[in-house]
């Protein structure tokens, strides 16, 4: 193979690529307004629940005069809640994310009308009534719903249209948080399970989209502006410390949301009735520290810019911890961001006179993206998301130190992230741990049999039946050649239908092309043409033109590539070794 084949390329660069880009234009602007259409709806069951009164103002739950009525109105609220997934789709219960990796890997990325509508009702009245939620997950599962709908109504493949889910998905997180490139990322590091052209284009797109159309319904800036001094190099002690603390937090969050499910599994009651005593439980802790009902972005600017006193942020977190452990645990819905930026933010401004490195404004941020990437296994995403939430340049580093440690953390301690713990109780097992496959690593001409044996189509049955059919039998099916050119592949069950023993061997073939493989294709590829067609083996011709031999590709010839990372992997030696010379 010379350096101008140009068979071998990079990436798949189909034309399809246009049609999936357009598409995803059409997706991004639908999950921005899909993503407007749920705050609004937040805002309406807000001011109807708390103030009894129709308005899309933007009010704080805390401020509402109820008193002690105030246990009652999540309350009601998950009672709506609990009766709109039994009666309208169950798939509206939970925090969205492991409900769209469920739908993306398990049920071809198809999502129903139902979950479109439903979701955002759910999640309004959820958050509205008073649930310690973000936005964040109810949009991902939404604008998911609208990106799988758009999908289905073009002719596409199971692979496309989870690219087109996962880009509404992301283009409504976009539009809620103003945060593409973070967006982007949790595609990458949470949803797609691949990296190709196919899944990043579009994905890119939509949230491109999503991102200039924001402005335009939306106050457009950082959602929480700050500005911080550079740390000093003493302040990577104190980043060590703040990924441990903040690893330790999420498995703490973690932990305790799935036994406090569990408990909520051995009550004598349906379902429907959960988020209503998981409503309950937000209620009294609402009526004794207000400021942590709703969303709380307010009291997340807050915590950034140091306007809280740490008494206060102490009593604020925990009831914040246990309103969001029990709701969310009750099966009702709404999403994880916003909690746990709220709940690192806390952890981080309460400690950060403590910090030594330098300027103590910078810690709430950096707790905040730690205890997300932690959480999330996603440290590369929490990184951008904290830099596109304030457009700190300073807090990058520091909020980078403090992410992948604690990362490092959760993935050691924690089989499972609070994502797929979920989806693992039913019954599906997922591993996110991504490499390049070997097989695509390696192409047919590096593993194929070359110059193999094969039978002239002139030949009788009789003849071949006693030459490569006979005692000395060295393969189980060979190709058939004439002068060079194949013709197809011949084994003892191809025998059995010719019509006798002086029947020439070219009579067995009618005027389909043969299957073959070429030399420059990746044995991914053979390897799903065996699987499709139900073979074993494929002739390798030099092109599909003039069908001349030049080997012969088995399935055990596709092991070779894992031997090869298998040695990579797994085979550990020193390669040099301390005060040797370098001679």
Not at 137 to 151: D, E, H, K
Request: proline share 6%.
């Amino acid at each position: 193979m010379t350096h101008k084949d140009s068979s071998r390329r990079d990436f798949n660069g189909e034309a399809r690529l246009l049609m999936m880009a357009a598409i995803a234009v059409l997706i991004g602007a639908a999950s921005t307004g899909t993503a407007w259409l749920l705050l609004r709806a937040i805002r309406l069951f807000t001011n109807l629940f708390f103030f009894q009164t129709l308005s899309v103002a933007d009010v704080s739950p805390a401020a509402n005069t109820l008193g002690a009525w105030v246990i009652a109105v999540p309350v009601l609220g998950g009672l709506l809640i609990g009766l709109i997934a039994r009666y309208g789709s169950e798939q509206i219960r939970g925090h969205g994310i492991p409900e769209a990796i469920e739908a993306i890997l398990f049920k071809q990325s198809a999502m129903s009308p139902k979950v479109a509508v439903l979701k955002p009702i759910a999640s309004g009245m959820a958050i509205g009534s008073g649930g310690p939620f973000g936005a964040e997950g109810p949009i991902i599962m939404t604008g998911g719903a609208v990106g799988s709908l758009v999908a289905q109504h073009f002719h596409l493949s199971g692979g496309e249209r989870k690219s087109l889910l996962v880009a509404g998905a992301v283009a409504g997180m976009t539009a809620v948080f103003g945060t593409p490139v973070a967006a982007v990322l949790m595609a990458v590091e949470l949803l797609l399970f691949e990296l190709r052209p196919r899944s990043l284009l579009p994905v890119g797109v939509a949230c491109a989209v999503a991102g200039f159309l924001r402005t335009l319904v939306m106050e457009p800036g950082p959602l929480f502006a700050l500005q911080t001094a550079p740390l000093a190099p003493a302040g990577l002690a104190s980043c060590l410390l703040a990924g441990l603390l903040c690893g330790a937090l999420a498995w703490t969050l973690s932990t305790s949301l799935y036994k406090v499910e569990d408990w909520f599994q051995r009550l004598p009651i349906h379902w429907m009735w959960w988020p209503a005593l998981g409503g309950l439980a937000v209620g009294i802790g609402g009526y004794f520290q207000p400021r942590a009902l709703g969303v709380g972005y307010d009291v997340i600017g807050d915590l950034l810019q140091h306007h809280m006193a740490a008494s206060v942020i102490g009593a604020l977190l925990l009831a914040k911890a246990l309103m969001w452990v029990v709701a969310l645990g009750s099966g009702t819905s709404g999403g994880v961001l916003a909690p746990l930026l709220m709940l690192g933010a806390g952890l981080g401004a309460v400690l950060a006179p403590w910090l030594p490195g330098g300027d103590s404004a910078v810690w709430p941020l950096v707790f905040m993206a730690a205890t997300l990437g932690g959480m999330m296994r996603a440290p590369v995403m929490a990184v951008v998301f904290a830099f596109e939430l304030t457009q700190d340049v300073n807090a990058m580093l520091p909020v980078l130190a403090a992410s992948v440690v604690a990362y490092g953390f959760t993935v050691l301690t924690m089989g499972r992230s609070i994502l797929t713990e979920k989806i693992a109780r039913r019954g599906h097992h997922i591993y996110r741990e991504y490499g390049i496959d070997p097989l695509e690593r390696s192409h047919v001409a590096e593993v194929m049999t070359a110059q193999p044996q094969s039978v002239d189509a002139d030949a009788s049955i009789a003849q071949t039946l006693a030459g490569v059919f006979g005692p000395e039998q060295r393969h189980r099916a060979f190709p058939v050649t004439r002068a060079g050119r194949l013709v197809g592949m011949l084994d003892r069950a191809a025998l059995a239908r010719a019509a006798g023993p002086e029947a020439l061997v070219s009579s067995l073939y009618g005027v389909n092309p043969p299957l073959v493989a070429l030399p420059g294709e990746t044995c991914r590829a053979v390897a799903t043409r065996l699987a499709v067609h139900g073979v074993e083996r494929l002739p390798v011709v030099a092109d599909p033109h003039s069908l001349v031999l030049v080997g012969i590709i088995s399935r055990s010839d596709l092991v070779k590539p894992a031997l090869g990372l298998h040695q990579e992997e797994h085979e550990r030696r020193t390669m040099r070794r301390l005060g040797r010379g370098q001679g």
